[in-house]
């Protein structure tokens, strides 16, 4: 089904074949290097520094974007930036602080010249498909699944900061990043959808680690002959993966797409040349894919779905251990209750959003429930079209219909159920959904407050038979339906040419922004001090810790815009008393300032054996333990709200994704590593002391002795600042990004 080749190939006549040796020079023959060349401004030292075409942010991150760009300098949009609305939060019941947001990001548009993408419209990598996309563009956006390769777009999600280092005419740097190549053979089954592929991908690649940060190149017999929108719901899946991005051969079929949405002149066929060196490779053969599972708690976590409607029992219990280990006595799950006669029966189906909103999955899921019902019980059904649109040719083609016949629910084009804001299951709830993520809260439950719900991610396909089994799990290879008939597809713009503001070009300088009272500028952030303290705030020992975890969505992205007021609510749904401990630390450094010396300070003090004298060269702040920190979104406010809150770093063995290494980075924390094996025995409370820190990160150093204060005795310990680059260090030295850039135009 997926095999996995950690050896360099080459394409010889379009055919993979085994490389003798490393040939770097060969990855210039590949698509990604073809259009990374095109977009890097070389500057000798070895690292790419690129430039985008376009740049795109949704609600939850836009009003962050702006005002820190605005703090470092900014005046106008240099290239096109979309600011979609596809997180309205529909949260903020009784104030007026989500829409305020949405007038500021309008405000924002007309002064700086951007376009502006109303509530409901379009969820922003829908958007971005049909409006942005054209073969060899990059695009550059703020949430994680900005992934575009199907339309022969690179597509990278990152953090805010990296939205600010382009609209201040920066660059995006990073190492030449490797490339695999994924080659695709063979045809689905039907039943299987593209849901299925990129699970049994995710399972494949994301626990060893194999994609990490590399560009996945999908090419083969096979590309030609998938639907463009099961080339994108595979393609936009590879977040999942721990990739960098994602490119895929071109043809006919993306010609036809790009000509329909009005951009033919965009199509250019894409394809490696030959002799184009790959640094390993995937083979997926279609033909033997089938209907796939990801239990909670995340999209690797990939099992058949035979095996689990055989026997779901084993697995159930599995994922109630998981729970157990992660929230101990806070919350549980207990889905074993839900195996009735030996049938798992499930509370809710899901198709939503970026990855299963598209047309041809709610296209199928209407054929496989024609003339059935979902049921008067539990269970319930719910879609939501990717944009007005996609919904519009629903309508016409008698799909809507259909399916509301059957006792589905139609919403609106919004993000809600992949973020916590939209069909919250009940708690103990069993929702599968053709979502992008299932981790833990993700579904909007709080384990905090002893509310947890479980997701299990399944194709479309595999939603719409178990909802026509009322319920119990089912697998689409099970059920007999006959296929929808192809359909000319259409795309009638209008509604955006009567709704969208199209600014780009039209900067309005003298145009005032408008602030809600909710909307707050960031607070004063401090240079790195020549030694720092760090108490130690949260420790995380879980084998990963999530974006999700460290700051939480749902109801929380109602103070998207308010940096104080969102921070506290970082890892509130996974450790309550993070909050209160680093704004101890917070007050330790006030007292400090002050030229006072509390009794906990002289403590520390005295185990390090230093003079009260030595607290003139440091700074106080908090720091977070983790394993491995920062899958998942790509949102910056995981490493902004510990800043505002005083946090310094982060210490781990590794980063789960580049995107949160980067946003530590942007936002002034330092992003520590233990070498592999290395323990760390500190616990909440403890001190973690860093002598001469400006100096060494001054002179690139990548090894800092340190000491752990922990019980009142102190430990060496070694931390490690690995491949960071001239302008990071910069960053770090100034305290972060905003006061880099603002010191620049002040000169």
Known sequence: MIKLQNKGVTLQGGVPTPAEAVFPAGRDKTMAYQILRRHDRPCGDGSMHLTFDSLISHDITYVGVIQTAKASGMTEFP?????????????????????????????????????????????????AREMMSGCGRMILGSDSHTRYGALGTMGIGEGG?????????????????????????????????????????????????????????FAG?????????????????????????????????????????????TFTALHPQDGAYYDGMITIDLSRMEPMAALPFHPSEAVTLRELIHDPGDHLREVEKRAEAQFGGKAGLHLTDKLVNGKLMVDQGIIAGCAGGMYDNIAEAAAILN?????????????????????????????????????????????GPCFGAGDVPANNGLSIRHTTRNFPN?????????????????DARSI????????????????????????????????YDRRVYFGFGHARPDAALKYGPNIAEWPAIPALADDLLMQVASVLRDEVTTTDELIPSGETSSYRSNPLKLAEFALSRRDPDYVPRAKAAQALEVSRAAGAVPPALAEVLKSLNLPESALARMHIGSVIFANKPGDGSAREQAA???????????????????????????????PFTLAEGAAFDGDAGDFVYVPDVREKLARGDEEFPAVLVHGGKAQPITLYLKNTNAEERELLLTGCLMNHYAAQNRR
């Open 79 to 127: 290239v096109p930036y979309v600011l979609t609305n596809c997180h309205n939060s529909l949260c903020a019941v009784g104030g007026t602080i989500n829409e305020d947001d949405h007038v500021f990001g309008l405000s924002a548009a007309v002064k700086y010249g951007g376009d502006y993408v109303p509530a409901n419209q379009a969820v922003i990598h829908q958007y």
């Open 442 to 458: 993700r579904e909007g439950s709080k384990p905090s407050d002893g509310q947890l719900a479980g997701v299990i991610l399944m």
């Open 221 to 265: 017999p096979a590309v030609s002959q998938l639907p463009m929108d099961y080339r994108i719901g595979i393609d936009v899946m590879t977040t999942e993966t721990a990739c960098l991005s994602s490119i895929w051969e071109t043809d006919d079929a993306v010609a036809e797409y790009l000509a329909i949405h009005g951009r033919p002149e």
């Open 371 to 415: 003339g059935h019902d979902t049921g008067s019980g539990y269970f319930s059904l719910s879609v939501y079209p990717p944009s007005v649109p996609v919904n519009l040719e629903l309508m016409e083609n008698g799909v809507q219909q259909s399916l509301l016949t059957s006792g589905a629910l139609f919403k609106p084009c919004f993000c």
């Open 161 to 217: 900061p990296e939205i600010v280092k382009q609209l201040l005419r920066n660059t995006y740097d990073i190492a030449a990043p490797e490339v695999i190549l994924v080659w695709l053979t063979g045809q689905p089954p039907q039943g299987v959808g593209p849901h299925d592929v990129a699970i049994a991908l995710c399972g494949a690649v994301y626990k060893n680690g194999f994609v990490k940060n590399k560009v996945l190149e």
């Open 464 to 495: 719409a038979a178990t909802a026509r089994n009322h319920g119990v799990l089912t697998s689409a290879a099970d059920v007999d339906y006959t296929p929808p008939a192809p359909v000319q597809r259409r795309f009638d713009r209008k509604v």
């Open 640 to 670: 902004s709200c510990q800043r505002v809150l005083g946090g310094c770093a982060n210490i781990c063995y590794e980063f789960a994704t580049k995107r949160y290494r980067s946003n530590c980075v942007n936002w002034g924390m330092l």
